[in-house]
């Protein structure tokens, strides 16, 4: 087994963890933007959970999961009625975190189960509908989910009586989702290189050629179903946690499944650092940078009358849209591309670095040409 390097990542989780203790950022954040990045953040740690989970399923193993927000749903409406008021449990949250991971990954194992047979498109259009299924489920299901309405509210994760401010004072849901992320992260960077993350990775090259090597494929996707899963299903208990809401179930509509696709693709299918580089530039674009450029137009720009075209707002789909065409079209592994992945979409670069001159009895020899 190759030595881990650490690489980019620890750096960039210093720096996240050191930020609230540097209040200056935050003022400066503050008075140009008139709004607070440390209260944006947690929305990108939870959604850098959410992708993660997805690139276990789709980087990894290989298979294409267009349903990922269905057990997103999941988590969080575990949340809601473990926690509100209308309801008798009030559970504590550390168990809540856990019973709605627990719960998204068993829902995982039940889709995974009657799909193992399934490959491509046809796996793709499953997941799709199953969905579709979560989503309309809840919205049917008055009695226990409110339907269109969502449950609310749903208490902060320790309570009041702590004396911690979960309200108006952002440092404490940054630190839990933060630190929630790194604990995500070491896990995954561990399992890439465990036993279990190495036959992931050949059933994604080869399904035939890993089940003669002694490989148990069904194992192996029901494995990946349930992570992935699960992990969405925690990001879903931080999600709801953080609105103080279910919020509505079309909030976990396909778009969202195909919103955090894409942030796996950007970043780099199977590369960790990818999928969190990934997540961190679309969703900074659609919540931090298009606020920003709206005030900035509006600020240059004055008008009385608002037009959805002089907005960077209204145009926001539009060059989100060009950047992924010109990223499938000049980087298809993405932004940074696990090295299996770079091999497969560019041999010959990848060939060409690893060719050396020969030296044979002192004599400096090119590698021949073949013809």
């Not at 720096?15 to 540097?22: D, E, G, K, R, W």
């Not at 990922?68 to 949250?93: D, K, S, W």
């Not at 925690?234 to 946690?241: E, I, P, S």
């Not at 679309?282 to 009358?305: R, Y």
Request: a positive charge; aromatic letters at 10%.
């Amino acid at each position: 087994m190759k030595p881990y390097r650490l690489g980019w990542e620890p750096a960039i989780f210093l720096m996240l963890l050191a930020y609230p203790l540097l209040p200056v950022f935050e003022s400066s954040f503050f008075a140009l933007t008139k709004r607070s990045l440390g209260d944006q953040m947690p929305t990108v740690f939870i959604f850098a959970i959410l992708a993660l989970g997805l690139n276990v399923v789709v980087g990894y193993t290989g298979l294409l999961h267009l349903g990922i927000a269905a057990f997103f749903a999941v988590g969080a409406y575990v949340a809601g009625i473990l926690t509100v008021a209308a309801y008798p449990f009030n559970v504590p949250f550390p168990v809540v975190l856990v019973a709605g991971t627990l719960a998204a990954a068993l829902l995982g194992l039940l889709l995974g189960a009657p799909t193992l047979r399934l490959r491509g498109d046809y796996l793709a259009l499953v997941t799709l509908g199953f969905g579709e299924v979560v989503r309309f489920g809840l919205k049917n299901l008055d009695a226990v989910t409110a339907g269109a309405k969502g449950l609310s509210p749903l208490p902060p994760p320790t309570g009041t009586e702590t004396g911690i401010d979960w309200i108006s004072d952002y440092r404490p849901f940054y630190y839990l989702t933060l630190v929630l992320l790194i604990g995500v992260s070491v896990v995954l960077s561990n399992l890439e290189r465990s036993r279990l993350g190495r036959a992931w990775i050949a059933l994604r090259e080869d399904e035939l050629a890993a089940n003669c090597m002694g490989l148990n494929p069904a194992k192996l996707k029901l494995a990946a179903f349930a992570l992935g899963a699960g992990l969405a299903g925690m990001a879903g208990v931080l999600y709801a946690t953080r609105l103080t809401s279910t919020a509505a179930p079309d909030a976990y509509d396909f778009n969202r499944s195909i919103f955090i696709l894409c942030c796996v693709i950007l970043g780099g299918l199977g590369s960790r650092p990818g999928v969190l580089l990934g997540v961190f530039l679309l969703v900074g674009f659609d919540n931090i940078l298009s606020p920003i450029l709206d005030t900035a137009i509006q600020q240059t720009f004055p008008s009385t009358e608002t037009r959805i075209y002089r907005t960077f707002t209204g145009w926001r789909l539009c060059i989100f849209g060009l950047a992924l065409i010109l990223m499938m079209r000049f980087r298809p592994e993405g932004l940074i591309a696990s090295s299996r992945v770079k091999h497969e979409l560019h041999p010959d670069e990848v060939v060409a670095s690893t060719v050396h001159p020969v030296t044979l009895h002192g004599i400096r020899r090119e590698p021949e040409a073949h013809s």
